[in-house]
């Protein structure tokens, strides 16, 4: 929910704020060296090229450290990148905002995915019996975060600008690893080697077969 936040808040905020800062073609004084709409649009979608890229990278990391701490891993990752994001606003030179903004956002990408693919999993091993029941509560999530994030950034923009509201949803962000860091299990990061997954699967296939289960 709230790296769907996030990606809205971006969408509808950055333009924006670039215009305010001089640096689009359509603004009232533009101040040279311009980021172009391509290099705007570059900053929104490198978000999803990240995910692209570390997705199937998620279940080695996840098998090595455990799925608590990869959770914390991308949502700390998620955290401290929207700050960066906030304190991104401070910058007069629009090429440093340009790359490091990218670089933000590539983070931000990373966490996300992190954060959600391990989510989904724990989902479908801790919760194998209600699975479609704690998936439609994960979607109702994403959902909200779609459709709330932008409403509540566009709130907070109004009131106190850019900067602020990127560290508003920097706190939340923070708040939410808070809470995963409290709640979810320690166990839920111990990880099984290849041979004792094949033995769980042969006693669970030879229990079955006792008991005449199919």
Known sequence: MLGNMMLEN???????FIKEKGWDSTSEDPKPPLISGFEQALILSIFSIA???????NAI???????????LFGFGILTLATFGLGGIARFENSRAFLYVALGLRFLQGQGDVLLQITGYSIVTSVFNDQVLKY???????VGFGLGVGPVIGEILDAQFGY??????FGLI?????LICFAMI????????????????QAKKSDLLTATGVQ
Do not use: C, H, R
């Open 10 to 16: 971006m969408t509808a905020l950055l333009p924006t």
């Open 51 to 57: 995910q692209i890229i570390f997705a199937p990278l």
């Open 61 to 71: 990391i996840k098998n090595k450290w455990g799925a608590k701490n990869t959770i």
């Open 135 to 141: 998936m439609s509560y994960i979607e109702i999530a």
């Open 163 to 168: 900067e602020i509201t990127m560290y508003f």
């Open 173 to 177: 962000n923070l708040v939410g690893v």
């Open 185 to 200: 299990p320690n166990e839920l990061n111990q990880t099984a080697s290849d041979e004792e997954v094949a033995e769980f």
